[in-house]
T-cell receptor, first 114, second 110 residues
Framework: NAGVTQTPKFRVLKTGQSMTLLCAQD?????MYWYRQDPGMGLRLIHY???????AKGEVPDGYNVSRLKKQNFLLGLESAAPSQTSVYFC?????????????FGDGTRLSIL | DAKTTQPNSMESNEEEPVHLPCNHS???????IHWYRQLPSQGPEYVIH???SNVNNRMASLAIAEDRKSSTLILHRATLRDAAVYYC???????????FGPGTRLSVLP
């Protein structure tokens, strides 16, 4: 099993450009999450989804949009990239609510906004 | 929100046991205690989790205090591959958020 796969692994954007980060999981998990990690810090939750067709805001949702059209995919969009969005983005999935189930993470997308 | 407190860094010698502490004095009765680790340039990796009782798996052991206000992740024989940042996390009371603090950076010396 591939687990959680993130595409692309690296990307450089100019301020104002848009892009979409793709997360795919093959574990039939209901819950999916997008986090960002800035240098020397822990992860912060951007958006999450508790099932196909659902999305919800996390701790730092501004400037991002998400969609979960298929159960196995969770897309993170930046409509107008800003330098403050330079970060490493991690996607995660879990079988059910996080209390008793672990999250499985991808290897991240390193995004630089110039 | 229930928060955790961990030492910023710890050092261990290879093949020795490592005890990584975590304080969570505001934990609620239904919060699970999760441990993850993050190797350089990788995503976080699940290590272990528990609610009240001590837990063991192939990677580590989790010792939970009787009052649940603290816990300890135990690596029985540290290897160089165990050098990572270790995060102690509680389920967010309000919903789905995993609150990641800065974690403990573990260095393993050969």
């Amino acid at each position: 099993n591939a687990g959680v796969t993130q595409t692309p692994k690296f990307r450089v954007l100019k301020t104002g450009q848009s892009m979409t980060l793709l997360c795919a999981q093959d574990m039939n998990h209901e819950y999916m999450y997008w986090y960002r990690q800035d240098p020397g810090m822990g992860l912060r939750l951007i958006h999450y989804s508790v099932g196909e067709g659902t999305t919800a805001k996390g701790e730092v949702p501004d400037g991002y949009n998400v969609s979960r059209l298929k159960k196995q995919n969770f897309l993170l969009g930046l409509e107008s990239a800003a330098p403050s969005q330079t970060s490493v983005y991690f996607c995660a999935s879990s079988f059910a609510g996080i209390g008793s189930y672990p999250q499985h993470f991808g290897d991240g997308t390193r995004l630089s906004i110039l | 929100d229930a928060k955790t407190t961990q030492p910023n860094s710890m050092e261990s010698n290879e093949e020795e046991p490592v005890h990584l502490p975590c304080n969570h004095s505001t934990i609620s009765g239904t919060d699970y205690i999760h441990w993850y680790r993050q190797l350089p340039s990788q995503g976080p990796e699940y290590v272990i989790h528990g609610l009240t009782s001590n837990v063991n798996n192939r990677m580590a052991s989790l010792a939970i205090a009787e009052d649940r206000k603290s816990s300890t992740l135990i690596l029985h024989r540290a290897t160089l591959r165990d050098a990572a940042v270790y995060y102690c996390i509680l389920r967010d009371v309000g919903g789905q958020n995993f609150v990641f603090g800065p974690g403990t950076r573990l260095s393993v010396l050969p």
